[in-house]
């Protein structure tokens, strides 16, 4: 495998198997790349063909490089006109 994706297994009360990878990629703030990929897709497929599975949750790593921020997320878009704009004259 790869240190960029780290796997863990857990067992749940009843007996079953939730299986979670965590991207570990902090300077290209986890952003998915062919090798993460590759080593994602052997695990995943083997917990497809096993009957106690029950999940699989993906996640990144929290630590992301001085000054990275995330993106600002607008419902009308970064440069929305105001409604008084679009009054008729």
């Avoid at 991207?23 to 986890?30: G, K």
């Amino acid at each position: 495998m790869t240190d960029s994706v780290q796997f863990e297994e857990r067992t749940t009360g009843s007996g079953h198997l939730i299986g979670r990878a965590t991207l570990n990629a902090p300077r290209s703030l986890n952003a998915l790349s062919l090798e993460m990929i590759e080593a994602l897709d052997r695990p995943i497929t083997d917990r497809q063909a096993r009957d106690g599975d029950v999940a699989f949750r993906l996640e990144g790593n929290r630590r992301h490089p001085p000054g990275a921020r995330g993106a600002r997320l607008d419902p009308h878009g970064p440069r929305a006109p105001s409604p008084a704009s679009h009054a008729p004259a």
